[in-house]
Nanobody
């Protein structure tokens, strides 16, 4: 099964930006849609963004659209999440996931990374 490892998280001031990456291993990566989710302390995991197999279709949580951008580079077996205009409420562990189709629900994905911490200070 595909293995996913997130990176790029860290501490950033409000208004700043981060670029998260999710590196995949395994020969079937290009057949998977990819999604990003996040989980803040005391909150349920929530959908952030998703991207289709070829990268031509993208989907975002309505509240985040315009600030976050998902992309993928299949040659590098990597999916990215660009986080702009970060707010303290964006503080969470961000997870990438792989599945047969891009969806908003976590149960639609087969494989998950370990997560990367994003902390936004005031």
């Amino acid at each position: 099964q595909v293995q996913l490892v997130e990176s790029g998280g860290g501490l950033v001031q409000a208004g700043g930006s981060l670029r998260l990456a999710c590196a995949a291993s395994g020969p079937t990566f290009n057949s998977y849609a990819m999604g990003w989710f996040r989980q803040a302390p005391g909150k349920e995991r929530e959908f952030v963004a998703a991207i289709s197999w070829g990268g031509g279709s993208t989907y975002y949580a309505d509240s985040l659209k315009g600030r976050f951008t998902i992309s993928r580079n299949n040659a590098k077996k990597t999916v990215y999440l660009q986080l702009n205009s970060l707010k303290p409420e964006d503080t969470a562990v961000y997870y990438c996931a792989a599945g047969p189709n891009p969806g908003r629900h976590e149960n639609m994905y087969d494989s998950w990374g370990q997560g990367t911490q994003v902390t936004v200070s005031s």
